[in-house]
């Protein structure tokens, strides 16, 4: 069975800094796989936040590069985005995906909300 789920989520002011988190099951957790972070805004399509490639490199939205990290711990299957200087635009739902022997896997998502 696989599974992704998301936490960290919340309400964070213009400036703050917020961590999501996102545990995978061990049978898709490779430095292989393409995995990564999305998010959706109300009325707009899903976009790539911030990726590690099968290489594993990283990929960065340019509208977050410099300000989000994306990261992984092995030992627990663990994918992180940690969210620095964030705006109101970085408003969304953020999925976590990895991508597995040519399926796709998502988590349920996280609502992130940057308002005074």
């Known amino acids: 069975q696989v599974q992704l789920a998301e936490s960290g989520g919340g309400l964070v002011q213009p400036g703050g800094s917020l961590r999501l988190s996102c545990v995978v099951s061990?049978?898709?957790?490779?430095?292989?796989?393409?995995m990564g972070w999305y998010r959706q805004a109300p009325g707009k399509e899903r976009e790539l936040v911030a990726s590690?490639?099968?290489?594993?490199?990283?990929i960065y939205a340019d509208s977050v590069k410099g300000r989000f990290i994306i990261s992984r711990y092995n030992v627990d299957y663990t994918m992180y985005l940690q969210m620095n200087r964030v705006k109101p635009e970085d408003s969304a739902v953020y999925y976590c995906?990895?991508?597995?022997?040519?399926?796709?896997?998502w988590g349920q998502g996280t609502q992130v909300t940057v308002s005074l």
């Open positions: 995906y990895v991508q597995s022997s040519g399926s796709d896997y």
């Open positions: 061990a049978n898709i957790f490779s430095r292989h796989n393409p």
């Open positions: 590690f490639t099968s290489g594993g490199g990283t």
